[in-house]
């Protein structure tokens, strides 16, 4: 096996378990022609009078970028089935222990990449089918045994396996990656939240199919929607406009400048509350559809894709965030609700916060934050790697 030979003193972060290593911290590669995607074990450098000695300090994926190795384990063990059984058990038997496993929940994200100590790989449970997503090449190459393993380690409870990886994997690697089943096959795509229920657009729908982080906002914003007239921007699936309905609420409008989002969205609230006239979609630009909307709401979702996928995007990620909610702070009645986020990972929360201040200032209206808002406990950050922290938003009441 190939070994990542560190420079002294660079092993000091993975000793503290944090799961990446920098390809600056690389001091040379000892061993056979490394792919990408290949196992390797990362040795610290350690000076003697004789010369060097190597100490093993983790053993991971091995890929092209800033990013040179995503660590597995800290233990000198082998990547076989008995270890992706364990790491993947492990991450079922913490979503047990959150109560997630039950008759009315039947959606959850199983594992969490690096929250659950296996970087690089997303799986979400949609009734007996786990969708996996890929995110580095070391996870492609091991897809068929991690997908060998589910149905054991979820206890019998995960039937089918479907890839989805064509948009996440690096494309400067040239895998050539397709969608589709590596074990079983279903065209059953209904899953249930909170004992709501969901069509599952796993074949080409965002992500995995759904946003399954937003389950503990959406239900906080059930328990506001009661006799209010609700706005969801953004709605992609609908997942917030259900849960208003629910709630209570006098009408609900839902809007996506995607024409397949609406139509999943109105399958949805078909779905739960047939023929119910308090539900309107509308497919249409967000910030024109909030421009010219009066001032009829009382309770607005703020729910847009990510506006800032890397560093580079950050200042204008940050003006589009502070424009979006001005408006919305601008055309909301007097004691409304603001439900306002961001996903992107590239905009910490302060930096969120700054631009929401920004947009009421804007504003001129009083806004208190009643809630602060962040991602669910099955998308588990990983104590040793604060960058997993991406979900950010604030519950405000707009005076």
Not at 208 to 219: C, I, K, L, S
Not at 264 to 286: M, V, Y
Not at 302 to 324: I, S
Request: proline share 4%.
């Amino acid at each position: 096996m190939t070994n990542i030979i560190l420079r002294h003193g660079k092993g000091e972060s993975l000793k503290r378990f944090h799961p990446w290593v920098f390809s600056g911290a690389i001091f040379k590669i000892d061993g056979p022609s490394l792919q990408e995607g290949d196992i390797v074990n990362v040795v610290e450098s350690i000076p003697t009078p004789e010369g060097y000695e190597y100490a093993f300090v983790a053993k991971g994926h091995y890929q092209i970028g800033s990013i040179a190795v995503r660590v597995l384990t800290f233990q000198d063990e082998p990547i076989d089935r008995r270890f992706w059984l364990s790491r993947i058990h492990e991450a079922w038997m913490v979503r047990k222990r959150l109560g997630l496993v039950r008759p009315d929940n039947t959606m959850f994200r199983l594992v969490h990449g690096e929250g659950d100590q296996l970087p690089g790989l997303v799986i979400d449970l949609y009734a007996d089918t786990a969708v996996m997503q890929a995110h580095s090449v070391g996870m492609h190459f091991s897809r068929q045994d991690i997908a060998d393993v589910i149905h054991e380690a979820t206890e019998g409870r995960v039937k089918h396996v479907f890839y989805k990886s064509e948009t996440t994997l690096p494309f400067k690697a040239h895998l050539g990656a397709k969608d589709g089943f590596l074990t079983g096959h279903t065209d059953v795509n209904v899953a249930v939240e909170n004992g709501l229920q969901f069509h599952i657009d796993w074949l080409e729908g965002q992500k995995t199919g759904f946003f399954v982080d937003q389950r503990d906002n959406r239900a906080l914003l059930e328990t506001y929607a009661k006799g209010k007239n609700v706005l969801n921007m953004f709605c992609y699936t609908g997942g917030f406009s259900v849960y208003a309905m629910r709630g209570g609420a006098l009408s609900v409008h839902s809007v996506d400048a995607s024409a397949k989002a609406i139509e999943l969205t109105n399958r949805n609230i078909a779905l739960n509350f047939p023929d119910d006239p308090r539900h309107e979609a509308f497919c249409e630009d967000a910030f024109k559809y909030l421009e010219r909307a009066g001032g009829d709401y009382e309770l607005i979702i703020l729910d847009p894709p990510a506006f800032a996928k890397h560093k580079d995007a950050l200042r204008n990620a940050l003006k589009g965030y502070t424009r979006l909610n001005a408006i919305a702070f601008r055309k909301i009645r007097p004691g409304g609700i603001v439900f306002t986020f961001s996903c992107s990972q590239a905009v910490d929360k302060e930096q969120f916060r700054l631009a929401v201040f920004t947009a009421a200032a804007q504003s001129r209206r009083h806004v208190r934050i009643l809630h602060q808002l962040h991602q669910p406990a099955d998308h588990p950050i990983n104590i040793y790697h604060p960058e997993g922290e991406y979900l950010k938003g604030l519950v405000l009441y707009v005076e």
